[in-house]
């Protein structure tokens, strides 16, 4: 889960990128539904992967929000990548990586479905980057 932007003459640069994690984080805290997280507090207070990390009562919105805070922006090869930290964990379950929790809740499994809150955001800014571009370059004029 990522969003590229090619900016192979490097005029965004990362303070674009950056301004682009705070409104992708803007929109997404907005977006969460509770009554999705249900059936992911469920799977995993129930599975005995996530019971012998953590004890019991791990809360998926706690977990989505773990992620929404550690996305970052970083410049690659003419290129803004703006992801989940890929070595974050949890708060208060210091075994469970954010990345890949976020994936299994954004994505799901066989037995239940997923929660696209980072693929629906991500998808957001892809399908509209000209418009966050002309945003950010409004508002520094």
């Known amino acids: ?22 409104k992708v984080q803007q929109a997404m805290l907005l977006k969460i539904d509770p009554k999705k997280l249900k059936k992911w507090d469920k799977y995993f207070n129930d599975s005995e992967q996530y019971k012998s990390i953590s004890g019991s009562n791990i ?25 989940i930290r890929p070595n974050q964990f949890v708060p208060n379950l210091d075994r469970v990586v954010v ?18 809150i980072f693929s629906d955001a991500f998808t957001n800014i892809s399908e509209n980057i000209d418009e966050y571009i002309d945003m950010y370059v409004g508002g520094l004029i």
Request: glycine share 10%; with cysteine; charged share 20%.
């Open 1 to 22: 889960m990522r969003i590229e932007i090619i900016d192979e003459k490097q005029v965004l640069g990362l303070d674009f990128g950056n301004w682009l994690v705070t």
């Open 59 to 83: 809360k998926a919105e706690q977990i989505v929000l773990a992620g929404i805070h550690a996305l970052h922006c970083i410049g690659i090869d003419g290129r803004l990548l703006i992801r």
């Open 99 to 116: 990345d890949t929790t976020c994936k299994l809740i954004n994505y799901g499994n066989i037995s239940i479905q997923g929660y696209p």
